[in-house]
């Protein structure tokens, strides 16, 4: 009986089933109810006494063994398997590309405006969106009744009525000002926000960019030849640009800039509602008291200021009739605009 413990032991421990059909087998032939294991116990039976506790331990280990072995292979197989049927996955199969995206036209335009400012020396100054009366109209002299303090244009915060969300890039000015010394030559693009109902022509929040530079010595023939230079470089060597006389609280002279129609190249079309001329922005030297309101010795300094929509600048450029494309996220839409 020894021996064929030991022949079943070595056996067993021979064994490498690659399948389930070879550990059926395995089974059937050592563990099933009528496997050579049953039959040893049967065998045991019959085992003189004094034999009995060595041959039981022994059978008992082979028992043991056998088990393991079945259970280790059982495991063995399957995992096999599974990653067998895995592997069935066609590879070759050509895989899905992930789209690349394109940059939104108001950052293309942004950055191109930027750009060209640079190389005059303009460098960037930031503000918050959200902004206190001082910085967004008391500093740039907005009397106190001035409709833009309206509740029809402004979103002011409910709690603090000192409080809004900045109607234009102008706060920014005010606080460069207050911040740094002249010679200032800054560009601050950013967001803006007014309580209007969004069509094609309007919106709750759209983007601007503002201009300043205070320097001594500084006269409009510097204003104009600086946007001249941006105008050109922006929509073209053969822009023209001129000037009408214009009102803003915080400039005096203050003036609306005009680039010749680049449909019609200034002859008249629907674009320019036949007149030859489009607006870009708004501009003017610094009011002095603005300067005084912000800590600038008016007497020594000149500055000139301008500010234009982003999304107005983009409209002219690409011929874009709807303000609401630019925040609608309609990816046929955005995946047009490439570069400036
Ligand atoms: N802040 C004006 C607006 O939002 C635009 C503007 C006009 C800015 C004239 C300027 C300026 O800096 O000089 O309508």
Redesign the pocket.
């Given at each position: 009986m020894q021996d064929k413990i030991n022949q079943y032991l070595a056996e067993i421990e021979a064994i490498d089933p690659q399948n389930k059909v070879e550990l059926e087998d395995f089974r059937l032939k050592y563990l099933s109810k009528k496997g050579l294991i049953s039959v040893l116990f049967e065998d045991f039976k019959i085992v003189p006494n004094e034999q009995k506790k060595a041959i039981g331990a022994e059978i008992n280990k082979l028992k043991q063994f056998a088990d393991s072995k079945f259970l280790e292979f059982q495991d063995l197989i399957s995992t096999k398997e599974e990653s067998d049927n895995e592997s069935t996955i066609d590879l070759s199969l050509p895989p899905i590309a992930h789209e690349t995206g394109t940059r939104h036209p108001l950052w293309l335009v942004k950055n191109r405006i930027i750009e060209i400012f640079e190389r005059m020396g303009f460098s960037i100054a930031e503000g918050p969106e959200i902004e206190d009366d001082w910085h967004n109209f008391s500093a740039?002299n907005f009397a106190e009744n001035h409709p833009a303090r309206d509740m029809q244009d402004t979103f002011f915060v409910n709690l603090n009525p000192d409080i809004a969300l900045r109607?234009?890039?102008?706060s920014v000015?005010v606080r460069t000002m207050e911040t740094q010394k002249p010679p200032i030559r800054v560009l601050s693009p950013g967001r803006?926000f007014r309580n209007e109902a969004i069509t094609a022509r309007a919106h709750c929040f759209f983007h601007?960019i503002?201009?300043?530079y205070i320097n001594e010595n500084v006269s409009v023939k510097d204003l104009k030849q600086t946007l001249l230079y941006f105008a050109q470089e922006f929509f073209g060597k053969k822009t023209q640009i001129r000037m009408r006389p214009?009102y803003?609280p915080?400039?005096e002279p203050?003036?609306?800039v005009d680039i010749s129609c680049q449909i019609c190249g200034g002859k008249g079309c629907n674009v320019c509602k036949h007149s030859g001329w489009v607006e870009i922005?708004?501009?003017?030297m610094?009011d002095p008291q603005v300067l005084e309101n912000c800590g600038i010795d008016s007497k020594k300094y000149a500055g000139?200021?301008?500010?234009?929509?982003i999304e107005r600048i983009t409209m002219l450029k690409y011929q874009i009739k709807d303000l609401r494309l630019f925040s609608e996220n309609d990816v046929r839409f955005l995946r047009q605009f490439h570069h400036v």
């Open positions: 740039l109607t234009h890039t102008s000015q803006v601007q503002e201009g300043l214009s803003f915080f400039t203050s003036v609306e922005m708004g501009a003017g610094v000139f200021a301008f500010g234009m929509g």
